[in-house]
């Protein structure tokens, strides 16, 4: 058995398989519809998370991992005989998740407990915890793990598009009368994860359909070489991430152009229907 495992949390989006097949366990984040609580992905699916935006008028809330939580998995993942945990969060610009987990850390032992601020969120994230798991499996040391963690916080890129400003507008980052002429204008902003690790408007297109070309043209522009690794990702929209991943894949035809969901998490902001592209130079 390796001496390291990796953790990552929920809002990585990793599907079941891959984390089983690369030993990689989730600290879930959740969705909160008023005083009922779903784990993202574990108890609640993409596509009942619409449904009940739908029929719930006010915007669901978020939550982090209880410190609680988070150190009875530390706990129980040292007594299995793991030396050192490595936990990869969501970027602590979103959430307070990363906070949790150093103090968290810190009441079990933050010498073998090694939390790292991803600074992004949804695959692009998970994929820091994919290939540093393949690192694991190959044999690396604790400390050839979070250098390479460093590279690919280094080398990535998130954007989004945004197809539905209900939620936005819900959660006051738009105003109502910014909401109606986004509405009326059909406005789709692109928004990208700064290297702060805040998401940011970057672009203001009108149509969601023009809103996806310009993200073919972004990660064309990217000009991606065999060293990355590159997705696309999706609020229960499988058809519109399908045109992306098929332009993209035309157009990388020597890279596996997967297709991913967007963390819930992510979703209650972002809002239903949302496309976003994501890479990570892997080497």
């Not at 939390?115 to 499996?137: E, H, L, P, R, Y």
């Not at 696309?232 to 997967?258: C, W």
Request: negative net charge.
């Amino acid at each position: 058995m390796s001496k390291i495992v990796i953790v990552c949390d929920s809002t990585g989006s990793i599907p079941e398989n891959q984390q089983k097949e690369l030993n990689i366990y989730s600290s879930y984040l959740s969705i909160l519809f008023g005083t009922d609580s779903y784990r993202e992905f574990k108890d609640i699916t993409p596509e009942q998370f619409v449904k009940r935006c739908e029929e719930h008028p006010e915007l669901p809330t978020t939550s982090q991992p209880t410190p609680g939580t988070l150190i009875e998995l530390y706990e129980s993942l040292l007594e299995q005989g793991y030396e050192h945990v490595v936990h990869i969060t969501l970027s602590r610009q979103l959430s307070g998740s990363y906070q949790t987990a150093v103090t968290s850390a810190g009441m079990v032992d933050s010498e073998k407990i090694h939390v790292f601020d991803s600074k992004t969120v949804a695959f692009t994230q998970g994929m820091f915890a994919i290939n540093a798991a393949k690192k694991v499996q190959a044999g690396a040391t604790l400390e050839e793990v979070l250098s390479y963690l460093e590279m690919l916080r280094e080398n990535n890129e998130f954007y989004a598009a945004i197809k539905d400003l209900t939620n936005l507008q819900k959660g006051g980052r738009l105003s109502n009368i910014e909401a109606r002429l986004g509405s009326l204008l059909q406005i789709k902003p692109i928004a990208r994860i700064q290297l702060d690790g805040t998401l940011q408007p970057e672009e203001k297109i009108r149509t969601f359909k023009k809103s996806l070309k310009r993200l073919v043209e972004i990660a064309t522009e990217a000009n991606l070489n065999e060293d990355y690794q590159l997705a696309v990702m999706h609020i229960a929209n499988r058809g519109d991430a399908k045109f992306v991943q098929e332009e993209l894949q035309s157009i990388y035809p020597k890279l596996e152009v997967t297709i991913q969901d967007i963390s819930l998490v992510v979703a209650v902001h972002g809002g239903p229907g949302g496309v976003a592209v994501g890479w990570v130079k892997k080497r």
